[in-house]
């Protein structure tokens, strides 16, 4: 899809915002002004117009130890009593904070007062299990209230929450728990998805006993919401039930001010080696701009609005667009546990109709697998309600895009095509949709506050017309503070690249409006789905399976999913010793050949190394497909080069092979993949 970046480039649609639409906008084109007159000033308006300060901060951005940032440094506030209580006091108790709707159909509704006592409650079972400030809290939950509930329970206590997405295997869960020394996990017996329920409680019981009594974890508690309904084995002493500590709870709970870098949460995310970061955020600059981004770009009108992200709380976009950015804002919003094609192919399009969805966030590849699926499915449903549409995870091509507008926004609702990371924490390239004039395909411009640059190699910014490397080259609110536990990896891998600057890992182009087109990471990083996967991670996992004794993954492009993880392994043969007990023994791939291992073999053998990734890391990470092949093409220093296995994933003709160490692997390979 990025490939064709030129044909992209003579996109010549564009969308100006209607009369009326411009007429009621909350973002006007002065906010760039204010911002560029003065930048950590424009953050400091925003933070005392969006925000409740415990105390005033008299400082903005302290960045005399680069790349480490303070924001607001000397200010103090609650960040739950900001999402919470604020609303309650200012007279909006009443106004429904959240419209849960569950897979089967049944559905709750907590307005603010309510969701506030919730969380008051949950708070108070936190602090009697021992948690406090700054200790860290494991999340793993499905979409439901509850995951709302324990985040905000746990940032009011000054605590620190890692939500693990529920797609995670119990290994997974594991290296988080650990690498953040967890105390206490929050999760749930199952959740509803595609139509039943999937068990989540079973992978938090294997993932603490992982390595036995000699490798116990530091967790104490694990907190059990009753969802599904299944059948779960119970450790006594460690275990508790949800709803038994929160009918015992004490229900008023007052939220105590925290310096504003108060840590906030960790969210880890895949990077370019096998382990992944701890992404860690804090609290008054993320509020702030997760904020400001969230009213802004989606032009909120907290009193007429209905808000629909349809992302998981297990990724950045459920951290900032669904709990935090929202409530701070008092919006109305909707939140799903579900699968989009369960029970039906229509049920997002039911969802905005029976609620009146009026904004939607979504990702590119739902976006596609709905225009696959046809227009008759939405439009047998009322989606008169829309009035602007959201994109994130990926490039939204300009056809999926022109779709979305036409089909599922009636041809008038804006599109704002938002492009940030989970290190950034909130959005850094968007349009505003009272003031720009859209092209479909294109982020386009950083929002105000935000300083981008493309720059090349050398660390020069490109001009217009030309392509490069993404960076941001001032510090924002919401950024990264750090990689838990890890300062080295931190300025290592965002700020060595270009001294100074943050350099995110994307490719991007600047079209001759100076607008930016996002062309994809340029290392070794996959985006499945909108949903970021290593491949150092994934070919760790495959050569832990002992009939593996070499692998390599990359991402393929895929129609619907942006990218797809295929995976080329090299086999090791099935041997019986003498004792007659099987063995493994390395074959040597100059004679192996593939014809060594019938298609039944190799059918069988690469759909268990599929459902060993998926046991391993987790479902979202299972290769598409698996190819066992004799050799990998390597150069001479050995680095295998993966832009020839992408030609052959991909079914391209395969590219220049002059720098392998032999040339002829790339035969083999492709013989056997065609
Ligand atoms: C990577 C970040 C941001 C929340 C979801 C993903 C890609 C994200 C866009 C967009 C083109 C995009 C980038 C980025 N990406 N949004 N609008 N256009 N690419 O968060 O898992 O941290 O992944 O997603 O490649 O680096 P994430």
Redesign the pocket.
């Known amino acids: 899809m990025t490939g064709s970046i030129d044909n992209l480039l003579h996109e010549t649609r564009r969308f100006a915002p209607s009369e009326e639409f411009q007429a009621n906008a909350v973002a006007q084109a002065e906010l760039y002004d204010r911002a560029s007159e003065d930048r950590p000033a424009f953050w400091g308006e925003q933070a005392r117009e969006l925000l409740h300060w415990h105390t005033p901060f008299t400082k903005t951005l302290n960045w005399s130890n680069p790349p480490f940032a303070q924001w607001f440094e000397d200010g103090e506030l609650n960040v739950a009593y900001n999402c919470l209580d604020r609303h309650v006091e200012a007279g909006n108790g009443d106004r429904i904070a959240l419209n849960w709707e569950g897979e089967p159909g049944d559905s709750v509704t907590f307005t603010y007062a309510e969701l506030t006592a919730e969380v008051k409650k949950a708070a108070n079972v936190l602090l009697s299990l021992g948690v406090g400030r700054g200790d860290r809290v494991a999340i793993y939950l499905p979409m439901i209230p509850e995951a709302v509930i324990s985040m905000l329970a746990v940032a009011r206590i000054g605590a620190v929450h890692s939500v693990v997405f529920g797609g995670f295997s119990a290994e997974s869960l594991r290296a988080r728990i650990d690498d953040a020394s967890a105390r206490l996990v929050i999760t749930a017996d199952g959740g509803w998805r595609k139509g039943k329920v999937s068990a989540l409680k079973p992978a938090v019981d294997a993932s603490l006993t992982i390595g036995g009594d000699e490798n116990p974890s530091t967790v104490e508690h694990v907190l059990v919401v009753k969802r599904g309904k299944n059948d779960i084995d119970w450790v006594e002493g460690r275990d508790l039930w949800w709803h038994d500590q929160i009918a015992a709870a004490d229900t008023e709970h007052e939220a105590q001010p925290f310096p504003a870098e108060t840590p906030l949460f960790i969210l880890y ?2 990077g370019t080696t096998g382990k992944p970061k701890g ?1 860690l955020h804090t609290s008054g600059g993320y509020l702030t701009q997760a904020a400001f981004t969230h009213k802004n770009v989606f032009d909120l009108h907290p009193e007429t609005d209905v808000y629909w992200s349809t ?1 998981d709380v297990g ?3 459920g951290h ?1 667009y669904v709990v935090y950015g929202p409530l701070a804002n008092g919006a109305t919003q909707v939140i799903y546990e579900g699968t989009p094609d369960s029970p039906h192919g229509g049920r997002w399009w039911e969802i905005v109709q029976k609620y009146g969805v009026t904004i939607l966030y979504a ?2 590849t739902a976006i596609r697998t709905f225009m696959k699926l046809g227009r008759q499915i939405p439009d047998q449903f009322d989606l008169s309600s829309l009035r602007l549409l959201g ?6 091509n300009p056809e999926a895009w022109v779709w979305y507008r036409d089909v599922i926004g009636h041809g008038t609702t804006p599109i704002v ?8 924490g909130a ?1 850094m ?2 349009a505003l949709p009272g003031v720009t004039t859209l092209k479909p395909g294109s ?1 386009q411009v950083p929002l105000p506050g935000i300083h981008i640059e493309v720059l090349d190699e050398q660390g020069t910014p490109v001009g217009k017309n030309s392509g490069g490397l ?1 960076v941001v080259a001032e510090p924002w609110p919401a950024m990264l503070r750090g990689i838990w536990g890890d300062p080295d990896r931190y300025v290592e891998t965002y700020w060595s690249t270009f001294p100074g600057k943050y350099f ?3 490719g991007a182009r600047l079209d001759r409006d100076g607008d930016v087109w ?4 340029v290392d070794d ?1 996959m ?1 499945v789905s ?3 996967l290593s491949t150092a991670e994934i070919e760790s996992s495959l050569v832990s399976h002992p009939r593996v004794a070499e692998a390599a993954v990359v991402g393929a492009n895929d129609e619907t999913t942006g990218q797809a993880v295929v995976a080329f392994v090299i086999v090791r043969a099935e041997t019986a010793d003498d004792d007659g007990e099987a063995d493994v023994t390395v074959v040597d791939a100059t004679t192996l050949g593939v014809t060594a291992l019938d298609a039944t073999t190799l059918d069988a053998l690469s759909a268990e190394l599929r459902a060993h990734v998926a046991t391993q890391i987790g479902a979202i990470a299972r290769p598409k497909q698996v190819f066992i092949v004799a050799e990998l093409p390597k150069t001479r220093s050995g680095k295998i080069m993966r832009r020839l296995l992408r030609d052959v994933a991909e079914g391209r003709e395969i590219g220049d092979t002059t720098t392998l160490a032999d040339a002829q692997v790339m035969t083999v390979i492709s013989g056997t993949v065609g």
């Open positions: 995310t895949s992404i992302a990724w950045i976009t900032t990702a590119p994109s994130v995870g990926e490039p939204i095509d938002t492009w940030w990371q989970t290190e950034t959005m390239i968007s982020a993404l995110a890992g994307d996002l062309l994809g990471r990083v985006n909108g949903h970021r």
